[in-house]
């Protein structure tokens, strides 16, 4: 039961272009939306998030764009950077009681210099 | 300011053991999540600890269990042990008191092979 599908294993940018990674869930109760990136030999760190209520949040280089009727997401990293280059997890969570997580498998990034 | 540690790093064991391991929070963190994640994979929501007992719990068998010390540390435990289990282990801590809208920090994991 796949909640959260990331479709794309890989993806491979030239520096200084635009990244876009892409994330499908199915759940209608997930109301916050998270952006992880992992390096090899280390735990996911948190790079961006969004509420439901929203349709796009930004920091930096980073955006996150949420699409709820589509049930979609997307991460866009303008400009890439070579240290970039990492596993992204999308996650989607909601809370019953306690906070349920669900990761999708990852996509990982490739920013070649 | 102490992240979340995990503790061993590295463990092996053989079929039918049974594996204890540690995390303990980022400091002013009271919530603790266990995670599961296989090759290639993402990580697979176990169970979540606050208040010292178990609050949500993931498609995992019986053989998870876990507890939670009132210094909000916490332990995974797997009893009869199978190939399968054989993944990376994260923990991740969060605050309650801050909210429900709040991202996990994530230990480096334990890599559990099992023989």
């Known amino acids: 039961d796949q909640q959260v599908k990331q479709n794309s294993p890989s993806l491979s940018v030239q520096e200084g272009r635009i990244s876009i990674l892409n994330c499908d869930y199915t759940?209608?109760?997930?109301?916050?939306f998270l952006w992880y990136k992992k390096y090899p030999a280390e735990g996911p760190t948190f790079l961006i998030s969004?509420?439901?209520?929203?349709d796009k949040n930004e920091d930096g280089r980073f955006t996150v764009f949420l699409n709820k009727s589509a049930k979609h997401l997307s991460l866009h990293i303008v400009p890439s950077q070579p240290g970039d280059s990492a596993v992204y997890f999308c996650a989607a969570s909601y809370y019953t009681g306690g906070f349920k997580t669900i990761f999708g498998a990852g996509t990982r990034l490739f920013v070649k210099a | 300011d102490a992240g979340v540690t995990q503790s061993p790093t590295h463990l092996i064991k053989t079929r039918g053991q049974q594996v204890t391991l540690r995390c303990s929070p980022k400091s002013g963190h009271d919530t603790v999540s266990w995670y599961q994640q296989a090759l290639g994979q993402g990580p697979q929501f176990i169970f979540q600890y606050y208040e010292e007992e178990e609050r949500q719990r993931g498609n995992f068998p019986d053989r998870f269990s876990g507890h939670q010390y009132p210094n909000y540390s916490s332990e995974l435990n797997v009893n009869a042990l199978l190939l399968g289990d054989s993944a990376l282990y994260l923990c991740?801590?969060?605050?309650?008191?801050?909210?429900?809208?709040?991202?996990?920090?994530f230990g480096d994991g334990t890599r559990l092979s099992i023989l």
């Open positions: 991740a801590s969060s605050s309650r008191k801050v909210g429900k809208s709040q991202p996990q920090h």
């Open positions: 759940n209608s109760m997930f109301d916050y």
């Open positions: 969004i509420s439901s209520i929203k």
